[in-house]
C-alpha cells in the first residue's frame, strides 16, 4: 500500500491532545470558522454529497443525503451524535474521543450549521467512563472559548451541546432506539415512517450521526473535496479507521484509505503484522460483529461499502474485525455470538425476540455435544425469515443477528457436521436432560455454554 498520511488520528500521541489549546496550535477550528463564516447550510450540504462521505456507523448512508431529508421550512432541529459503540469488535470512537475530543467538536459544529441545528446531543455509552470526562472538560473548554452557545465566532449562530449518557443498551446504537433513549424512555426502536429527519427528538426534525463520520467533517473543508475523494474506492472515499482484536501481534486501532484488504489488516507491517504463537487464521469478522465472517480463503476481500458484499456479508459495518485462530472451536464461536443477540434483543418484534433466542438454545446445544444436522438446517431456516430484509422487524437488530450466525454455520458446515458425527450419544443423551430445566425453563442467558460442561450428572 501506498504510503498513508493520517488524518483523523494525526493528533494521536501529540502531548496535550487533548486541550483546546493544542488542537488550535495544530489548525484546529480553522475549518469550522471558514464554513461558518463564508459558507452557507446548503452549500456545505452539497459539498459533503459531494465529497462522497458515508456514515461510518455500519449503514454507510451517505452524510449530505440524510442531512438534505430536513423539511426545509423548521424552527428548531436536533442533532444526535451516535457514541454508543456497542458493536463488539468496535472501539475507533473511544480512539477518538478519548484523543482528540474536540476533532469530533469541530465535526459538530460543521454539521450543526449546514443542518441549522439548535441542540446537539452527544449520546454516549455508559461504559465510556474516562471518555465522558474527557469529552465534558474538552466541551467545557469549549463553551469557555465561545465555540458553542451565543454567537459562535462573531456570527449569529447560536448552538448549545450536551453529553447524554445510555443505559448499556446494544439496540440504543439503533436511531429511533437512540432517540428514545435520550428522551428518557424505554430504549427500542420506533416504528418508521415517520423518520429522524421529520420527527426525531422531541417529535422535532432530528440528524443521528456517527463520531467517526463528523470527525471527517473539519479536513473536508480543509483540504477539500477533491482530496477526499481521492482517497478509497470509487463509492468508498476518504479515510477509514480500523481496528482488530484477537490473538495477533498487534491488536490496535489504524488509519487507512478505505479499500484495503482484510489480509491487509491482519497481516500487514502497519497493521495487525499476522498472528501470534505460529497460529493461522480460521476466520475474520472484519467488520464487528452484525456484518458476517470470511473464511481465511475469503480475506482478500476490500474492506470499503461494495466489496464485502461479493462475500455475503450484510455490509463494511464498523470495520472492527474480530480474528478467529485455527485453534478455536467453531461451536463456541457460534454459541457466544448467539448469546449476545439473544441478550441484546430488546422484545419488542416477535421475530427477533423468538429467534434470537431459539437460535442461542440450538447453538448452546451443538457447543455442548448435543446437536443434530439437522440443526444447521433449522439456523438457515430461521435467519432467513427475521429482520427488516424479510419486512418482518422494526429495526435492524434481527438482521445484525442473522448474518454472522448463518455465515458461521454457511461457511464452516463442513466442521460443524465433523463435530456432530463424533458426538458420544450417551453424552448427547445426558446433556440433553440437564439442558431441559437448566436453559429451556430458566432464564440464563447470561450464562457461558462452557459452564455446564464437565459437572457432575
Known amino acids: 500500500m501506498a504510503k498513508f498520511e493520517p488524518v483523523l488520528l494525526k493528533n494521536l500521541g501529540v502531548e496535550g491532545s487533548r486541550t483546546l489549546k493544542v488542537y488550535r496550535s495544530r489548525g484546529g477550528y480553522a475549518a469550522a470558522e471558514k464554513v461558518i463564516k463564508e459558507m452557507t447550510p446548503d452549500t456545505v450540504i452539497e459539498s459533503v454529497k459531494a465529497s462522497g462521505l458515508r456514515g461510518r456507523g455500519g449503514a454507510g448512508f451517505p452524510a449530505g443525503m440524510k442531512w438534505s431529508f430536513l423539511p426545509p421550512e423548521r424552527k428548531v432541529t436536533y442533532f444526535c451524535i451516535n457514541a454508543d459503540e456497542s458493536e463488539p469488535g468496535t472501539y475507533c470512537n473511544r480512539v477518538l474521543m478519548e484523543n482528540d475530543p474536540h476533532q469530533l467538536l469541530e465535526g459538530i459544529l460543521i454539521a450543526g450549521f449546514a443542518t441549522k441545528t439548535t441542540v446537539a446531543y452527544i449520546y454516549m455509552r455508559v461504559e465510556f467512563h474516562e471518555q465522558f470526562h474527557i469529552m465534558q472538560t474538552a466541551l467545557d473548554e469549549a463553551y469557555k472559548a465561545g465555540l458553542f452557545g451565543k454567537k459562535i465566532f462573531g456570527t449569529d449562530l447560536s448552538m448549545e451541546c450536551y453529553i447524554h449518557r445510555g443505559a448499556g443498551a446494544y439496540v440504543c446504537g439503533e436511531e429511533t432506539g437512540l432517540i428514545e433513549s435520550l428522551e428518557g424512555k424505554r430504549g427500542w426502536p420506533r416504528i418508521k415512517p415517520p423518520f429522524p429527519a421529520i420527527e426525531g427528538v422531541f417529535q422535532k426534525p432530528t440528524v443521528v450521526n456517527n463520531v467517526e463520520t463528523l470527525c471527517c467533517l473539519p479536513h473536508i473543508f480543509e483540504r477539500g473535496v477533491d482530496w477526499f475523494k481521492s482517497i478509497g474506492t470509487e463509492n468508498s472515499t ?47 469478522i472484519p467488520g464487528g460483529l452484525s456484518v458476517g465472517v470470511l473464511t481465511e480463503a475469503e480475506l482478500d476481500c476490500k474492506l470499503d461499502f461494495d466489496d464485502v458484499r461479493n462475500y455475503g456479508l450484510l455490509g463494511l459495518g464498523t470495520a472492527g474485525a474480530i480474528v478467529i485462530p485455527d485453534d478455536a472451536d467453531i461451536r463456541q464461536v457460534l454459541a457466544n455470538i448467539a448469546r449476545f443477540y439473544s441478550s441484546e434483543s430488546c422484545g419488542q418484534c416477535t421475530q427477533c425476540r423468538e429467534g434470537t433466542n431459539w437460535m442461542y438454545k440450538i447453538a448452546l446445544r451443538i457447543a455442548l455435544g448435543a446437536g443434530r444436522i439437522s440443526d444447521l438446517d433449522l439456523i438457515e431456516n430461521i435467519t432467513n425469515n427475521m429482520g427488516m430484509m424479510p419486512g418482518l422487524s422494526i429495526c435492524g437488530l434481527p438482521d445484525g443477528a442473522a448474518f454472522p450466525i448463518r455465515t458461521i454455520v454457511q461457511k464452516f458446515r463442513g466442521e460443524f457436521e465433523d463435530h456432530i458425527r463424533r458426538q458420544d450419544p450417551g453424552y448427547t443423551k445426558t446433556v440433553l436432560k440437564r439442558l431441559n430445566p437448566a436453559v429451556y425453563e430458566l432464564p440464563v442467558l447470561g450464562r457461558r455454554p462452557e459452564s455446564l460442561v464437565g459437572q457432575p450428572e
Do not use: H, N, W
Not at 244 to 263: D, H, M, N, Q, Y
Not at 264 to 283: A, P, T
Open 238 to 284: 476518504g479515510p477509514k479507521l480500523y481496528t482488530i482484536s484477537g490473538p495477533v501481534k498487534r491488536p490496535s486501532c489504524f488509519e487507512a484509505p478505505l479499500g484495503i484488504t482484510c489480509r491487509d489488516l491482519i497481516f500487514g507491517d502497519d497493521f495487525g503484522q499476522g498472528m501470534l504463537d505460529g497460529r493461522k487464521v480460521k476466520g475474520c
